[in-house]
């Protein structure tokens, strides 16, 4: 793992995969594992998430996979966690695979829940670090039909876009505040998917000038680590 800078805001996105005996535990999970999740020493933010299926963004959920977004205060705390906690023990005993990945903040905007949670972006780090980017939106009413009608067309460019190592769609309520996740070899890969005459770039000007969002978030991060699987593999050291 690359270290991070003495003070800086460490985030880890967890994704847990359950077999279908333990799907209906993971599920009431999204309840119960709430006061845990509240009372854990150096948590600053954490979004417990459904996710959906297929690549990027789908309409249809995914009753296999659960994802956790996190932020800490440090590195220590981090640590403390997913090695001593009684409750990510719980998670790791009933999910068949398990994967985590640490970010450390580049650069972004937006909030979430009115905060923003990721830090400050941090500079001169190496450009060798795979890219992550992180997308939240709450949807007004207006802009739930347009925004979904143009998400098939995004997905099948996100498929072929060259760098791409993992896409998921994820959400507290996917249906109107959907969260993607992306990993990319590098921020070029990433610029070449969002800004480069794409249907996605026509999709995010469209929502900024009607309006479609009553909150929205853009952060971009250096993944510094990973640890586990997902899909048999770990999407931090191979590529798609």
Request: net charge positive.
């Amino acid at each position: 793992m690359h270290r991070p800078p003495a003070g800086a805001t460490i985030t880890t996105v967890t994704v847990l995969r359950f077999p279908p005996g333990q799907r209906l535990w993971a599920f009431k999970q999204m309840g119960r594992a709430r006061a845990p999740l509240a009372a854990t020493p150096g948590l600053v933010f954490w979004r417990l998430c459904g996710t959906g299926g297929g690549l990027g963004f789908s309409a249809r959920p995914d009753l296999s996979r659960y994802a956790l977004i996190a932020t800490w205060s440090s590195e220590h705390v981090l640590q403390n966690f997913f090695a001593a906690s009684r409750l990510f023990a719980d998670y790791r005993a009933h999910a068949d695979e398990a994967w985590t990945v640490a970010l450390l903040t580049l650069r972004g905007r937006g909030s979430w829940g009115g905060t923003c949670p990721f830090g400050p972006g941090l500079e001169d780090m190496p450009e060798t670090l795979p890219v992550v980017a992180l997308t939240r939106a709450r949807l007004r009413l207006r802009g739930f039909v347009p925004f979904w009608a143009r998400v098939p067309a995004i997905n099948r460019r996100l498929v072929r876009a060259p760098g791409l190592r993992l896409a998921l769609g994820i959400g507290e309520l996917p249906w109107i505040r959907p969260v993607t996740f992306s990993v990319w070899d590098d921020a070029a890969s990433l610029e070449q998917f969002a800004w480069a005459g794409s249907n996605h770039q026509a999709a995010a000007r469209a929502a900024l000038s009607r309006r479609w969002f009553a909150e929205d978030l853009f952060f971009r991060f250096a993944a510094a680590g990973s640890a586990g699987t997902l899909g048999g593999r770990d999407p931090l050291l191979t590529g798609s």
